[in-house]
């Protein structure tokens, strides 16, 4: 399972997932600060994702879509 973490929080939580034994692999935007270098499986786009556009998601999900096809992607929302 993959997760596209969009805000800090979001992030966090699928961090904390992760380290509760998860093995699924966690994507996030630029604009998200943390040392992820020494975390496996995390993947940082160079752009920011926190108020994108619709077309900037979706970018990034087909981009994810490339890298790990026929995987589940966990997007996190929230309701405006």
């Given at each position: ?40 499986d995390v993947s940082q786009f ?35």
């Amino acid at each position: 399972m993959i997760y596209l973490a969009i805000t800090p929080v979001g992030l966090k939580e699928a961090l904390q997932l992760k380290s509760n034994g998860g093995s699924h692999h966690i994507w996030c935007g630029s604009d998200l600060v943390f040392d992820l270098i020494s975390i496996k499986d995390v993947s940082q786009f160079n752009y920011p994702l926190m108020g994108a556009s619709l077309d900037i998601i979706e970018g990034a999900l087909e981009t994810i879509r490339e890298h790990h096809p026929d995987e589940v992607v966990w997007v996190e929302g929230c309701l405006r």
